[in-house]
């Protein structure tokens, strides 16, 4: 009773990265509740697929909803079983991935089921809490923490009275790791007619076009990222040159992406990517909590500012006090690889 | 029939320029030393709904806001552009609201407006990137939803069909009106004020009837237990303003002797090379 549920994303049968990585977290949270972990998988033709990926994870229980009115993803669908399902089960957490899905049935669910909803938030862990207008104490809540405002605070929410406590993470955020690939977990094939009705298909997907993204900077070695200090898109004309040359990815802070240097998909902090390089290269970015959220795990932290006091300095190995296009094209020149032609 | 289409907006402090002043020592927000603006995927939502307006004879378009009084300047901006009218919702008794919260208010608002054929909003807001108040309103009101949505291609018929991005790409989708879309930032830019709407609207302020109407929570029969704080489930336990642990930091300047030092460093080290 009272599990930690999961809401696992499938593409063409492989679970989604963000979905393993919840897993782990969910069986972190369940071991420190002492309850169950619960996943559910949604989708049509996984029956088969999915089991053997999603035990391993410490899977007590697995319901799998496989139906084509499931497939593609809309909205009603999922919503409905999801939340027919949470009225049966009554999880005390639910886990989903701040992905386009996610952030589309999140909030439809906690809605139908009036309860609180948390968005990309970046920590999860257990604690009590004390309600500072009744007095009234609760144990063992999810403390579900993010950065709120733009990303200069982080605020640590709490659903003190409703269930399920819910709340979505970006992928990258948590770290995936195997339970034991031979944990012992009943899988469930409930029929998905008793959830989900015709009236809630009426959205119907026409075609979709999906591209391999055209940047691999979740994964990159190295990352040079450029903010609103790199003031243009040719600045960053001159970042992705340094990319190159180190066999890096480019990346961008929030603000860089809204003044338009760069497009949205380089984004890196709480409602980007998170990256986890050898070596993070920061030009002109100040280093707001939202971009720290993304890239804080990185090795090695160069950070090129003009400002000799910018926040990102201080989680900075280097700091280089000077203007971004002064700075990088002379790094460009002592690149492993570029020509020596000795100190002018 | 005419089309009645219903724009849900919002004005928030502009997190975009934040500045030292942004937090008081206390760690709270200093709300005073941001601009409060136009909620920047909101004007993008009231845009595809003028153009709507212009493709379809007759069309109205009604505005929609929950806040402070002053809020009310966001509707007046609306009006300049050329949204027909305006609710404003705003009482005491909604402070403190999380989004669902919120979106049971606005549902009540939209159920007393009468259930347009459609209703536009925002993807989020940027004081709080949830994008969570659309679909919760939706839900409230048991209509389907399409989210992120970047262009609108034919409303006809009873249905409207969009193109809206997904993770790594784009979909096209089908869906029946009345329906609730959200719509991202970058899905078009918004008209400038018209000179005209301005000198019209310039001295409208909310009122119980008209062009602007302000409404409290009692005018929406919304139930208080519902509203504002004790209506959300969410509740703040802390909020921090983080210090970065500091790191040992080596502090290098420009200059090219220093810079090639670090990178002949790096590469000894394995980082890069």
């Known amino acids: 009773m009272n599990s930690v549920f999961v809401y696992c994303e499938t593409d063409k049968g492989q679970l989604a990265d963000v979905s393993f990585e919840l897993l782990t977290k969910g069986r972190i949270l369940a071991d ?45 669908p999922h919503a409905a079983l999801l939340s027919r399902l949470f009225s049966e089960e009554q999880p005390q957490i639910c886990l989903m991935g701040a992905t386009t899905i996610g952030r589309d049935l999140g909030p439809r669910v906690s809605s ?102 055209p940047t691999n900077l979740k994964g990159a070695g190295v990352v040079v990222a450029g903010g609103y200090g790199v003031g243009s898109k040719e600045g960053f004309d001159l970042l992705r040159a340094l990319a190159k040359e180190l066999h890096g990815e480019v990346g961008a802070s929030r603000a860089a992406v809204d003044a338009g240097f760069c ?32 890239m804080k795990e990185s090795g090695i932290v160069v950070s090129i500012n003009t400002d000799p006091d910018a926040p990102i300095n201080a989680l900075a190995d280097y700091v280089i006090t000077g203007r971004v296009e ?19 | 029939m005419s089309l009645n289409i219903l724009v849900l907006v919002k004005q928030v402090p502009d997190t975009r320029c934040v500045g030292p002043d942004a937090m008081t020592p206390e760690g709270t927000v200093n709300r ?21 307006k212009e493709e379809h004879e007759g069309a109205r378009i ?20 050329g949204a027909d009218d305006a609710v404003l919702l705003t009482d005491r008794a909604l402070g403190g609201a999380d989004t669902l919260a919120t979106s049971y208010a606005l549902a009540c608002a939209i159920r007393k407006i009468g259930t347009p ?36 291609e034919q409303l006809a018929d009873g249905r409207v069909s969009l193109v809206r991005r997904i993770d790594g790409g784009v979909e096209r989708v089908e869906a029946p009106v009345p329906c609730l879309l959200t719509i991202v930032g970058d ?65 290098l300047t420009a200059d090219e002797a220093e810079l090639d030092g670090l990178m002949k460093e790096l590469i000894a080290n394995h980082i890069i090379g």
């Open chain 1, 112 to 213: 139908a089921c009036t309860s609180g909803l948390t968005a990309d938030c970046t920590a999860l862990e257990i604690g009590d809490y004390t309600d500072p207008r009744t007095g009234n104490e609760y144990k063992d809540l999810l403390y579900q923490i993010r950065p709120a405002f733009g990303g200069n605070i982080v605020a640590t929410i709490v659903n003190p009275e409703h269930r399920p406590q819910m709340a979505t993470v970006r992928s990258g955020v948590m770290r995936a790791e195997v339970r034991d690939a031979d944990y012992k977990g009943e899988v469930a094939y409930p029929d998905v007619a008793r959830y989900v009705t015709a009236e809630d298909c009426v959205v119907r997907v026409l075609e979709r076009h999906v591209e391999q993204l």
């Open chain 2, 187 to 251: 899905a078009a830019k918004c008209r400038p004020c018209n000179a005209k709407l301005v000198l019209t609207h310039k001295h409208t302020e909310p009122a119980p009837d008209g062009v602007m109407r302000q409404w409290s929570a009692a005018d929406v029969e919304a139930d208080l237990e519902q509203c504002g704080l004790k209506g959300s489930p969410t509740k703040v336990k802390a909020v921090q303003n983080i210090v970065f642990k500091a790191k040992e930091s080596r502090r």
């Open chain 2, 32 to 52: 005073a030393a941001l601009p409060a603006i136009f909620n920047p995927d909101d004007l993008a939502a009231l845009e595809l709904a003028l153009r709507l």
């Open chain 1, 263 to 294: 497009e949205p998909a380089l984004q890196i902090g709480q409602t980007g990517v998170t990256v986890r390089p050898k070596l993070y290269i920061a030009c002109g970015i100040s280093g707001a909590i939202q971009h720290v959220a993304g």
């Open chain 2, 62 to 81: 009604t505005v929609l806001t929950m806040g402070l009084p002053k809020a009310a300047e966001v509707l007046r901006e609306s009006l300049y552009r």
């Open chain 1, 32 to 76: 420190r509740l002492a309850v169950n972990l619960e996943a559910v998988v949604a989708d049509s033709g996984v029956r088969g697929k999915v089991e053997k990926q999603i035990l391993p994870y410490g899977v007590d229980r697995l319901f799998v909803f496989d139906d084509p009115v499931l497939s593609p993803y809309t909205t009603q």
């Open chain 1, 326 to 344: 002064d700075v990088v094209p002379k790094l460009l020149k002592k690149t492993p690889q570029a020509p020596r032609r000795g100190d002018v």
């Open chain 2, 117 to 152: 054929d459609l209703i536009l909003c925002g993807r989020q807001a940027i004081d709080g990137d949830t994008a969570q108040v659309g679909p919760q309103v939706a839900e409230k009101l048991a209509l389907p939803q399409v989210t992120c949505v970047e262009r609108i």
